[in-house]
């Protein structure tokens, strides 16, 4: 399954998205992944360890399972739903995303590490989005050299 997107107002050339990637672990990026696995997309989420990893899996399944136990979702759906959102300590498995959502910690340093390192690694095609509410969108685009293709993705919590 792939989502487009596409603007009217730049008439821009739509981007089909295969695959998501999540940095954050913690409650946003467990949620953030959770929504994206709801719309049938793969995604994976990197933290710096395993706990912080699993913290974002147990997180998104959890939704999952609150659904089934309310009737909401079979357990066939959530199981096909889970099996969509995986983990990793490396960027390396974001190789092959579409759209990378960073949600780590409103520091602008740790932001812009995060962001150069994906610049390294993801395709010229891809997207870097940070969740932030309050940095600078522009100053996180600098240390690319994509600052046209950095945004914006603000989630609500629970996402």
Do not use: W
Not at 136 to 149: C, D, H, N
């Amino acid at each position: 399954m792939a989502v487009e997107i596409s603007s009217e107002t730049t008439r821009a050339t739509p981007l089909s998205i295969f695959k998501v990637g999540i940095v954050g672990g913690g409650a946003m990026g467990g949620g953030i992944a959770q929504v994206i696995s709801a719309a049938g997309l793969p995604v994976v989420i990197k933290d710096l360890d395993q706990t912080l990893v699993d913290k974002g899996l147990r997180a998104a399944y959890e939704v999952y399972d609150r659904r089934v136990k309310k009737g909401k979702l079979s357990v066939n759906e959530a199981e096909q739903k889970k099996a969509l959102i995986s983990g990793t300590l490396s960027y390396d498995d974001f190789r092959d995303c579409d759209l990378v959502i960073e949600a780590i910690t409103e520091r602008m340093e740790s932001k812009k590490q995060v962001f150069a390192e994906l610049d390294r690694v993801l395709p010229p095609s891809a997207i870097i989005a940070s969740n932030t509410s309050a940095l600078s969108i522009t100053e996180l685009g600098r240390v690319t050299g994509r600052p046209a293709k950095v945004g914006g993705l603000h989630f609500f919590n629970p996402a």
